[in-house]
């Protein structure tokens, strides 16, 4: 025993592992834009019963909405509608942002409410407006089916529950990334992959600082902005409602009304119409109000077009198909 | 036990527990959780100088993204999780603290991540013109120039930007009055006489100047309360508070541990002494104990040499005796095979032979075996002399029963025989009653002459004097059955006598053999029982037969004599009638009447001849199952004829002369 303690003794005075960690590499961004990874490793069991699971009507109420009916992927990942419908065809208040790439987004919804996927697969579910569920009804339908049942049994200790759901769920739109556009092969060193058209509508995109809020590696969803900081883009479109506060809404801060997520550009082109709001039902248009609205002028019909060329290089492939 | 030894044992139990208290507590500091914890110290403070790096490019780089910024902020956070986890080591007061300082840490995390988002707000939208203004002038410049060539113009725009940009790189205050007056400069110019065009592009570029100014200060501000949130200080007080605590913690398991190696040395000494003490009472107990030993060895040895003696003394004796008995054994056993050979003639039956008597034990079972022998014998020759006398007595019997089944047969022929006399003599009785009937019928026409009828009745007469021989034969043929009903009566007693005689013999014989063996005294009984048994049926039935058949003879007879006598009346009257015929015209109505009666009587006497028929018929079968039962008596007889002179034989081995 005394030498047990002896030896306990010389353990606290030599620690076994070092007290300094090993220093964190630090990545230094080449740029303010950055291409998407071609490839992600995400458990597939994990994918596949996500995917289930998000085109699940069994998640709504009356069973006729999923989470596809809102984000097709065939349609860039939103209904391209202004709002979607939820349950006993409920009208949205915002404008449903794309599925796609919405991992790489540091907070949900366009308020930023929610952080992780995982949190966000809440705010549908309990919406009204949209699926007017619960959990309890979720896994209580869930668990009838043997399907489910079996397929929740191969992956998850605990089988069917709402954090399981979340996590399947989550997983799966992790895998919705879309790598490779023409713009992201333009970062890896293709100067040809754009135009020179569209090669000046990047640099109109840079010179105007349209890239002062789109940038990273989603060209954008990385940090709020107030809508219109040029001019009263609210009173100006006119019947303001609620969602229009944006940010306000979740931190009741008055810096934070109009404040909403930056939008991310990737796909663009695919997921009109544009804004919170909707309003905006061409890339055109959306070029114009924003340089109206953030930037204090009217762009050029020159610049506008230019601008929108670059932008429809942001659109990549899904599973090795382009959007 | 007693007391002092439970009060031992709670003490010993008692400095075990203290032991292992002291030892729990010197182990108390888990290590791993330790090393887990300072590496998420420093990984946070990693990550705060990764996000100040991150936070001054994005503040002074033109190309940047917020995405590095993020991600870090987002591992800070989690990080800052982990911490929460506070090791368990940290105890009580320290660990409340702790949390304290824990919580301003985290305070301080959230209201980083605030500011962040309020900088990347502000920094994106002062970024946004920063970027655009060198674009606007110069879009300014070229149009004015080529318009109105307005140097002032082209110059002030120059200074702005010049100023805007040194404002930007610098914190230098005295740039902002010279960026407001060149603000105010352009605007004095926009008041002259420009185009719209220029006028708005001037205000535009006035505008982002203006938002650059207010927002520089704003963003310095957000930067330099980050960089204070997130500075080395904050985090070297949150370092050493942990540091302390756990350097705390390690002194108070080293206390703990020289307090449990002292316990541990008392605990070995104070076992050493127990050990030496106890040990030496031992020695003691066992110098005491040797001697003790030794003395008591002493003691043994002197009585196991005695004892050795006795038993030698007994050994001596005990092989002697064993010589002896096994002389007297082998003696017995010489006896028993002498007394086998003596008495091996008893097996072939011959109970004349005797054992020779001796002095010894063998002479005692000689001489039982002998008397047994002589009891035997006696029993043997009874029983021999018993079954001698079953054999005559059967043999004798079986000729009394043989004539009395002769006889037998004799009476059923014999009733036989008068029941055709009397089916002849009732046929005989419907001819009179016929020809009584032709008489009437044929006196009726002579009523007037009365000669013919005359004729009639002396022919009816002779007839009728006739029957008087008949009624004779009837009457020795009824004396005949009589005769054979008292042969059967005295047949019937002679087998009353024979049974009784046997039932005697069988007892008496059944005694005698069971005296011998088993096996013929289960045969007697059966046979006796079975011959009774037949004996007494028979007798039984013969006597019923008997009293039926005197009953029906003495009917027969009866009316035979009423026949007789109305048959030796109507002879009397016929011959009153022939000697007075003269007078048979005048009494033919007597007549007629007198011939219906006869006719009448003739008709009775029929049925009763009927009857007596009958009633034979039913003597002839009695008699004739009479005969039956006596040839099963005779037949009985010689089964107990064969089974008796089996037992003869079989007694007839037994030498007994």
Known sequence: MTIGLWRSSQLLEKPRVNEEPKPIAITLSSGAIEPIPLTRKLDNRKVELGKKLFNEPKLSKDNTISCASCHGLDTGGTDQLQFSRGVNNALGVVNTPTVFNSEFNFRMHWNGVVTTLEEQVDKPVYSERVMASSWPEVVSKLQKSPEYTSLFAKIYDDRINSDNIKDSIATYERSLYTPNSRFDKFLRGEPNALTSEEQEGYSRFKAYGCVSCHQGINIGGNLFQTFGLFGNYFEDRGEITKADLGRFNVTGNEEDRYKFRVSSLRNIEKTPPYFHDGTAETLEEAVELMGKYQLGRQLSEEDIQLIVKFLKTLTGEYQGRPL | ?657
Request: aromatic share 6%; with cysteine; proline share 1%.
């Open chain 2, 1 to 657: 036990m007693k007391k002092h030894q439970w009060f031992k044992i709670a003490t010993i139990f008692s400095a075990a527990i203290f032991l292992i208290f002291l030892v729990i507590q010197s182990l108390s500091i888990d290590l791993e959780h330790h090393q887990q914890y300072q590496t998420a110290l420093a990984h946070q403070n990693e990550r705060k100088a990764i996000i100040n790096q991150e936070l001054l490019k994005s503040r002074y780089e033109l190309f940047f993204s917020y995405d590095p910024l993020v991600n870090h902020l987002s591992k800070l956070q989690a990080t800052q999780a982990t911490l929460t986890t506070i090791p368990n080591f940290i105890r009580g007061e320290d660990r409340a603290s702790f949390q304290k300082v824990l919580a301003k840490s985290s305070q301080a995390i959230e209201q980083t991540e605030i500011l962040i988002e309020d900088f990347k707000s502000q920094n994106s939208a002062f970024k946004n013109s920063l970027r655009y203004l060198p674009s606007l002038v110069s879009e300014i410049a070229n149009k004015t120039y080529a318009q109105s060539k307005q140097t002032n113009l082209s110059a002030s725009l120059d200074e702005l930007v010049q100023n805007i940009l040194l404002y930007n790189l610098t914190s230098s205050e005295d740039l902002t009055s010279s960026v407001k007056a060149t603000i105010k400069k352009l605007q004095a110019i926009r008041e002259q006489n420009i185009s719209e065009e220029e006028s708005f592009l001037i205000n535009l570029a006035n505008r982002h100047a203006e938002i650059i100014l207010s927002y520089k200060p704003r963003i310095d501000k957000l930067t330099q309360q980050i960089l204070g949130l997130l500075n080395t200080q904050q985090s070297e007080e949150l370092n050493k508070a942990y540091y302390d605590y756990y350097q705390k913690a390690v002194n108070k398991a080293n206390i703990y541990r020289h307090f449990a190696y002292a316990w541990s040395l008392i605990l070995l000494g104070w076992i050493s002494y127990l050990a030496t003490s106890r040990t030496l009472q031992l020695l003691q107990k066992s110098q005491r104990a040797e001697s003790a030993l030794q003395k008591m060895n002493e003691d043994l040895e002197a009585k196991v040499k005695e004892r050795t003696a006795q038993l030698s003394d007994l050994w001596a004796q005990e092989c002697l005796s064993e010589k002896k008995q096994r002389r007297e054994k082998e003696k017995l056993q010489q006896r028993v095979r002498e007394l086998g050979t003596e008495i091996a003639s008893v097996s072939q039956g011959d109970l004349t032979i005797r054992a020779r008597v001796t002095e010894d034990e063998i002479g005692t079972i000689a001489e039982f075996y002998n008397f047994t022998l002589e009891n035997l014998r006696q029993i043997i020759v009874q029983v021999q002399i018993v079954v001698q006398k079953v054999v005559n007595n059967i043999k004798s019997n079986e000729i009394a029963i043989q004539k009395l089944s002769e006889d037998t047969d004799a009476q059923r022929e014999g009733i036989t025989l008068a029941r055709e006399t009397i089916q002849a003599m009732a046929n005989s009785i419907h001819t009179i009653a016929a020809k009584a009937v032709r008489v009437e019928s044929l006196v009726t026409p002579m009523m007037p002459t009365g000669e013919p009828g005359a004729v009639l009745i002396n022919h009816n007469v002779e007839e009728i004097l006739s029957m008087p021989s008949l009624n004779g034969k009837t009457d020795e043929k009824m004396q005949l059955l009589q005769s054979c009903s008292q042969k059967i009566a005295q047949l019937t007693e002679i087998i009353h006598q024979v049974t009784f005689h046997t039932n005697g013999v069988s007892v008496h014989s059944a005694n005698e053999e069971s005296r011998i063996s088993d096996d013929a005294q289960n045969l007697s009984l059966i046979f006796d029982k079975s011959l009774r048994h037949t004996s007494k049926q028979a007798n039984e039935e013969i006597e019923k037969l008997i009293a039926e058949i005197q009953a029906g003879i003495n009917e027969v007879l009866i009316t035979m004599n009423e026949s007789t006598n109305k048959a030796k009346t109507q002879t009397q009257m016929i011959k009153a009638t022939r000697q007075n015929l003269a007078q048979v015209a005048a009494m033919s109505t007597q007549i007629n009447q007198l011939v219906n009666s006869i006719a009448l009587s003739a008709s009775e006497q029929s049925q009763a001849s009927s009857r007596v028929n009958e009633i034979l018929e039913r003597v002839t079968t009695m008699s004739t199952k009479t005969s039956i039962s006596a040839t099963d008596v005779a037949t009985s007889f010689k089964k107990l004829l064969t089974v008796t002179q089996q037992l003869q034989d079989r007694v007839s081995q037994f030498k007994v002369n």
